[in-house]
């Protein structure tokens, strides 16, 4: 399955190479938790390609909100925003 996520109005939602880091760390998380395997991944600036295998389709929902969870509060904590960073759902 292919996961695409992109920035809200195509704008950035990675600003530093920790921002990068920190979406890796926790997507390791929500793979473990939702037994997803993932085969490959791109990070852009602003968007983020996965490629994975779900155990079931429910799984693919769980992992995205998870990581998307735990990453955006960190986005905005760290950059003292607020609201979305990711446009509409993933695709």
Partial sequence: MHIVQRGHNRAACFFAEE?????????????????????????????????????????VSQLVMSLGRRYVQYINKTYRRTGTLWDSRYK
């Avoid at 760390?25 to 852009?44: F, I, K, N, P, T």
């Fill in 19 to 59: 921002d990068y880091h920190a979406y890796r760390h926790w997507l390791g998380e929500a793979l473990a938790a939702s037994a997803c395997v993932l085969h490959a991944y791109v990070q852009m600036t602003n968007h983020v390609h996965l490629l994975l295998t779900p155990p079931e389709p429910e799984a």
